[in-house]
């Protein structure tokens, strides 16, 4: 069981930067795959990043050179960095863990782990971004 707790949202200018992270509890934090997650309003949740338990990411192509995420094992924190941010970042995000690792066959072809295996998630933080 994994509970996960999600911070750092807000409202920034385009071209500006924001950093959210999640703490999470629980003792099988550290071998799970964990992402982040976001739903604009109206739109269907999509993934943004998902990092394995080596910390080896993997991104959406719509924010590949802009987002990094990151992991620390040892402080049970997820993190990620936005960078240049558009309007279209806009969106409630959220922090998710999955039971297992991330798949690797589909990392080494620039997938993500698909949403339906991440069982544990946040109650999500808002960023919005103004043109």
């Known amino acids: 069981q994994v509970q996960l707790v999600e911070s750092g949202g807000g409202s920034v200018q385009a071209g500006g930067s924001l950093r959210l992270s999640c703490a999470a509890s629980g003792s099988a934090y550290s071998t799970s795959c964990m992402g982040w997650f976001r739903q604009a309003s109206g739109q269907k949740r999509e993934g943004v990043a998902t990092i394995d338990s080596e910390s080896i990411p993997t991104y959406a192509e719509s924010v590949k050179g802009r987002f990094t995420i990151s992991r620390d094992n040892a402080k049970n924190t997820l993190s990620l960095q936005m960078n240049n941010l558009k309007p279209e970042d806009t969106a409630m995000y959220y922090c998710?863990?999955?039971?297992?690792?991330?798949?690797?066959?589909?990392?080494?072809?620039?997938?993500?782990?698909?949403?339906?295996?991440?069982?544990?998630w946040g109650q999500g933080t808002q960023v919005t971004v103004s043109s």
């Open positions: 998710a863990a999955a039971e297992d690792d991330c798949m690797t066959a589909l990392q080494g072809l620039g997938i993500m782990t698909p949403e339906h295996l991440f069982h544990y």
